[in-house]
């Protein structure tokens, strides 16, 4: 008998008609009917964009969703997204940050999305410990940890390339993202996953499936074109088995994010998404 996964909806997967990089990346959806769809529909977790969480913080308050988060039995929250980090506070960075760092205490998340400019892959990762391991300094003084997602068309452009920069921060408040869009759009093979990642940097998973092909840019295919776990062709089984073999034992994000995905109701969306994970723990 499989014993069955905690699972988080991450934000784009109960974010309905919102994606990445437009004007405003707020979810039209009201936050209380998303904690407690994300709840009724057998979830554990969930995930909120800064967008949302300014929306949050100058409405209903912080306090209120965290209330409904604790109240429909939900255990792990995750906040995002901050870039620029490596730059002079000067160049806008810091406020959305200290933003993201308010929403982590307020609502008890474990860690702190960050990402990389979509630029070429960094030859040397140097230039980012200091900055990094002073942002996950100031993190955990905040009670939570930061947590770095390589992007293929990122500064940090794959996990080997994020796991040698974690490894030279040395802090334990900093870790990463292993999203396995990003894994196989890398060009990263399993062995080479394994190979790289050590359990104590892994702070966070994350679930899709998508074709062989990209359609469009990277971006626009990791946009707009990631498909529920098993209408795509990428080993999701063994991405997880893999995972386990390192010794994760933490939940598991499953980030559906996709044209026809936004166009589905949230009910919908939700039960889609997780049933269709549940079906590679199988």
Known sequence: MMIEPELIATCWTSAGDAAPMRSSERSPL????RVRQIAATGWMGLGFVLDD???????????????????????????????GWWKHPSEGWRGHWEELLEAAQALDAAFIKIGTDSAPALKDVRPLVAPLRDLA??????????????????????????AELISQVDHPAAGLIVDYWHVFRAGTSLDELQACLTTDMVFGVELCDAQEDVVG???????????????????????????????????????????AHRRRSLSEA?????????????
């Open 30 to 33: 009201d936050p209380i009917e």
């Open 53 to 83: 969480l300014r929306a949050i913080r100058d409405t209903i308050g912080y306090d209120t969703l965290a209330d409904e988060i604790t109240g429909s039995g939900l255990q792990h929250v995750e906040v995002e997204l901050c870039s």
């Open 137 to 162: 300094e100031e993190a955990a003084s905040y009670g939570t940890k930061v947590a770095l997602e390589p992007l293929p068309f990122g500064m940090i452009a794959s996990m080997p390339q994020g």
């Open 217 to 259: 840019s990277l971006f626009e295919d990791t946009r707009d074109n990631r498909e529920l776990i098993g209408d795509g062709v990428q080993d999701v089984a063994g991405f997880i088995q893999a995972l386990r073999s390192i010794g994760y034992e933490g939940p598991w994000g499953v980030e559906i994010l996709s044209a």
């Open 270 to 282: 939700l039960d889609a998404a997780r049933l269709s994970a549940l079906s590679a723990f199988a």
